[in-house]
Structure formats: structure tokens, C-alpha cells
């Protein structure tokens, strides 16, 4: 069975300090992996997806950035975090191909900027 | 801009009883929908999937879709305190696509 890991659970970061959080899916090859934020109150967004290694798509414009320097590894960094940059972060895979394919998601790190 | 919209709430429901959640989108050609249960503090969970207009039965859970009016829906039968968490609706948009877009979630509260 697959399972994708998460961590940290929690971080505190304060204004300014580098980021990074880490995913790793097992059980499966070449899976799409996703990062999302989840603000207070807010819903899910997108902030990158990767269909295969090296291969990193931005949904949106912030100081963060993706990697995936491995099948199963998908890293979401920061070199300077903002206020604006707290929330929970969920690293998300799910198989390639046709658009009825589930997303399932780690367990997810809840960041706070101070 | 494509959009996946849902009632915040928050929705009250006494235990026992049928639980309604809705969810409308504006792209036409979306092809996959998908109902998750968050928990306070927990990543979301997939509850039920549907991709055919009607409706789809999983035990205590009924999701509906109605392509032609852009809705799909979760009811919650015989509702109970368990079931009390945020509701996000999601949908896959323009065929091909790799990216499911999320409604807000709609939060659901079971009175015993």
C-alpha cells in the first residue's frame, strides 16, 4: 500500500529564517506530487504540483519554492519566510493519468511565522 | 477564473439526522469531484468520489452531480457527532488537467 510522510508536524519560524519541509511517498513510482497552504479559516491552495523529477510547476507568485530531486521526494523551501507565510502545509500525491485519479495527503505541517 | 464555491457555514444538525452539503463550479467540462473530510488540526481525508451525473451511494454517505447545473452535493445520513468536521468539495477542471481546485469547505457541527 502507499503511504506518504510529512515532517515536521509543527515549526516556528521566526521572520526572515530559511525553510525547508519534506515529503516522501512509498509504495508507488513516478506519482504527481502537490504542495498546498491552508491559511486560518481559509481554503486549500495550490502553490506547486510536479509530474515527474526536476519537473516543477508554480501556481502562485510568493517567496517560496519546490523542489523534487527525487521519484519520491517532493522539498518546499523558503530562503527568507514572511508573517504571510504561516499556515498548515500538506504535501499531497496522487497517481498520473486519467482525471478521476484520487489525491491523498500527508498529515501536514503546521508553520508559524513570529 | 475558475472556481469551486461552497457555504462556509457553519451548519447545525441534530444528531440523527440528514446532514446536506452542497458545492457548484463554474467550469463546465470538469470531469472528477471529490468530497473530504478535515478534522480541526488533521489533513483532509477522501470520503467519496463521483464522476457520472446521479447519485453514488457509500454507506451512511450519498454524493450527487448534476453536470447541466455545475452542482454536486454530500448528504450525511443518520448524521452523528463524529461526522461534525469541515466538508471541502474539490474538482478536477479542464480535462487532462493534473490539479484538483478546492471550494472553501463548509463546516458541519452535529448537536447531540
Known amino acids: 500500500s502507499q503511504t506518504i510522510h510529512q515532517w515536521p508536524a509543527t515549526l516556528v519560524q521566526p521572520v526572515g529564517s530559511p525553510l525547508s519541509l519534506e515529503c516522501t511517498v512509498e509504495?508507488?513510482?513516478?506519482?504527481?506530487l502537490y504542495w498546498y497552504r491552508q491559511a486560518a479559516g481559509r481554503g486549500l491552495q495550490l502553490l506547486f504540483y510536479?509530474?515527474?523529477?526536476?519537473?516543477i510547476s508554480s501556481e502562485v507568485p510568493q517567496n517560496l519554492s519546490a523542489s523534487r530531486p527525487q521519484d519520491r521526494q517532493f522539498i518546499l523551501s523558503s530562503k527568507k519566510l514572511l508573517l504571510s507565510d504561516s499556515g498548515f502545509y500538506l504535501c499531497?500525491?496522487?497517481?498520473?493519468?486519467?482525471?478521476?485519479?484520487?489525491?491523498?495527503f500527508g498529515s501536514g505541517t503546521q508553520l508559524s511565522v513570529l | 477564473q475558475k472556481e469551486v464555491e461552497q457555504n462556509s457555514g457553519p451548519l447545525s444538525v441534530p444528531e440523527g439526522a440528514i446532514a446536506s452539503l452542497n458545492c457548484t463550479y463554474s467550469?463546465?467540462?470538469?470531469?472528477?469531484f471529490f468530497w473530504y473530510r478535515q478534522y480541526s488540526g488533521k489533513s483532509p481525508e477522501l470520503i467519496m468520489s463521483?464522476?457520472?451525473?446521479g447519485d453514488k451511494e457509500d454507506g451512511r454517505f450519498t454524493a450527487q452531480l448534476n453536470k447541466a447545473s455545475q452542482y454536486v452535493s454530500l448528504l450525511i445520513r443518520d448524521s452523528q457527532p463524529s461526522d461534525s468536521a469541515t466538508y471541502l468539495c474539490?474538482?478536477?477542471?479542464?480535462?487532462?488537467?493534473?490539479?484538483?481546485?478546492f471550494g472553501t469547505g463548509t463546516r458541519l457541527t452535529i448537536i447531540p
Open positions: 499531497a500525491w496522487r497517481r498520473p493519468g486519467p482525471t478521476n485519479e484520487k489525491l491523498f
Open positions: 509504495g508507488t513510482s513516478n506519482p504527481n
Open positions: 510536479s509530474v515527474g523529477i526536476g519537473q
Open positions: 467550469d463546465r467540462v470538469s470531469q472528477s
Open positions: 463521483i464522476y457520472s451525473n
Open positions: 474539490a474538482v478536477n477542471m479542464d480535462f487532462g488537467n493534473e490539479k484538483l481546485t
